[in-house]
């Protein structure tokens, strides 16, 4: 069963930092790229970052140098560790494969964590 189950969204002031998780079922943690998207509000899903099976990991160029991606494949576990946050990066992060998980003819998505920058 496709499962996805992303934590650790809160509320955090400017600059500050934050650490998400996502768990995922062992089928498609073991076989896939894995990636961070985020939508805002009234925005398209973007992709933030990914990391290969084997650890190869990259950014869109707004968060290079902000924010790090890992997996731990033991725990079929992949993070995203956010620092010096900005209110722009207020958003729903989701953690899917690379490509997107289908499932009955749609795109499958969890539920999100939702990371709000503000003072």
């Known amino acids: 069963q496709v499962q996805l189950v992303e934590s650790g969204g809160g509320l955090v002031q400017p600059g500050g930092s934050l650490r998400l998780s996502c768990a995922a079922s062992?089928?498609?943690?073991?076989?896939?790229?894995m990636g961070w998207y985020r939508q805002a509000r009234g925005k398209e899903r973007e992709l933030v970052a990914t990391?290969?099976?084997?650890?190869?990991?990259s950014y869109t160029d707004s968060m290079k140098g902000r924010f790090t991606i890992s997996r731990d494949n033991a725990k079929n576990t992949v993070y995203l560790q956010m620092n010096n946050l900005k209110s722009e990066d207020t958003a729903v992060y989701y953690c899917n494969t690379i490509p997107v998980i289908r499932t009955g003819g749609m795109d499958y998505w969890g539920k999100g964590a939702l990371v709000t920058v503000s003072s």
């Open positions: 990391i290969t099976r084997t650890g190869t990991t």
């Open positions: 062992t089928t498609i943690f073991s076989l896939y790229t």
